[in-house]
């Protein structure tokens, strides 16, 4: 199934192959857009199914969206769940009430907090400070892709599990191996993660 979405994602044009500048300011010869994948109802869905799937069994009170991408993800989850939402920002509003967390977190509620792609683990390790600052405990984080360049390793440092929906070399293999893009594409995205 995962490969559904691996297919679904590349027809539309969430994986880019390129020049491109990341958040955390690398590099890269390739870009995985999820935010695309909001414009379209059925890949949507199927994250959704994915990220509601990784949560079968573990109990949590509420939901937290990293800015600004991992905040659609959270929302349509927490819906579904029927869970609270919270979102943190990258930094505290100057005006109004000043804050870093949106929502009303409680002390000692346990969070899990969503975002799109990990790849240093910067945004979602920012957000479990804020949550664990705020008194909220946190132990698990979501992904859709994981670009396999030391996300999990950092955001594991926090004391927070990642679960993801697919690694990014996974992702590349499948496109590969059903025809969607060259080998030669497939081995630079190998090269660049030193895993060839």
Known sequence: MVKDLAILLFKIGAVKFGKFKLTSGLESPFYIDLRTALSYPEAYRLIVDYYSSMLNGVEFDKIAGVETAGIP???????????????VRKEAKQHGAGRLIEGHLNPG?????????????????????????????????LVAVDREQGGVANVKAEGVEVRSIVKVTELMEMLYREGYIEFSQYLEVLKYLGKA
């Open 73 to 87: 993800w959270a929302s349509m989850l927490a819906y579904r769940l029927g869970k609270g939402l919270i979102y």
């Open 109 to 141: 509620e346990r969070v899990v907090v969503v975002d799109d792609v990990l790849t240093t683990g910067g945004s979602i390790t920012s957000a479990v400070r804020a949550i664990k600052g705020s008194g909220g405990i946190v132990e698990l984080a």
